[in-house]
């Protein structure tokens, strides 16, 4: 039920995710390869449980077919339209496809996040919010979480080139394994039982080892989980690199 400037306030900045956030991004690479990019995903993960995430709904084939692709063609989720008073900017109502001035968003859940000082905190405020906000949030960061831990060793070796594939890939803050850690494994995956989710066997292992996080930093050093040995491990260092944040 959330409108498409709800969910763009919320999966933008707030979550550590581009200011375009979802639809605007979408607006901006194109309508028609958001939906070639969901097509192939489709078609080629015939066996993947999460597949059917990949279905193009019908109202944006709709827009397809009327030629609304984003940007490039002046409208799509969004669209500007020339007033007396300068440009407005216009929102599209899924349910009706009709265009309508875009509204300012407030929930709680984002009012904290702007009130909080870190990052962990940040991402607490608006997952674990009791609003509509803060349970979106939390349906689809707990659903991409669960996910990844999935993958590993399927796609990745390690949980370190899962991160730096979405950071790299996507322009996100954190990678899922550093968001996890960011949310609390414990208290997270304690709220995941509850609602009856299935706990993949790399977090399994994770806790039945009694530790709290995917990532320790010991003398300055970075070490992620390794699910082979059960054990931390060292992330390699190139000498060419120098990561600013650290």
Not at 64 to 77: H, S
Request: include cysteine; charge should be positive; charged fraction near 30%.
């Amino acid at each position: 039920g959330l409108t498409i400037e709800e969910v763009d306030a919320i999966t933008g900045p707030a979550m550590g995710r581009p200011r375009s956030a979802s639809f605007g991004t979408t607006d901006l690479v194109g309508l028609d390869t958001f939906a070639h990019v969901a097509k192939n995903l489709y078609e080629n993960a015939p066996n993947d449980e999460m597949r059917e995430v990949f279905q193009v709904p019908d109202f944006v084939q709709k827009m397809l077919e009327k030629k609304w692709l984003g940007n490039k063609t002046g409208q799509g989720f969004y669209k500007r339209i020339k007033t007396e008073a300068g440009k407005e900017k216009l929102v599209l109502d899924y349910k009706t496809l009709e265009y309508r001035p875009a509204q300012k968003v407030k929930f709680p859940s984002l009012d904290a996040v702007k009130a909080a000082s870190t990052p962990a905190d940040k991402a607490k405020a608006l997952v674990y919010g009791e609003d509509r906000a803060g349970k979106f949030a939390w349906k689809i960061t707990s659903e991409s979480l669960l996910y990844a831990a999935r993958r590993v060793p399927e796609i990745a070796d390690d949980i370190y080139n899962i991160d730096n594939a979405v950071k790299w890939g996507c322009n996100y803050e954190a990678g899922p394994f550093e968001s996890w850690d960011a949310l609390g494994v414990e208290e997270s995956v304690a709220r995941m039982r509850k609602e009856g989710k299935a706990i993949p066997p790399l977090v399994e292992k994770l806790l039945a080892k009694k530790h709290k996080t995917f990532y320790q930093k010991k003398d300055g050093k970075l070490y992620f989980f390794d699910l082979k040995t059960g054990r931390y491990k060292k992330v390699a260092e190139n000498p060419r690199i120098i990561l600013l944040p650290t």
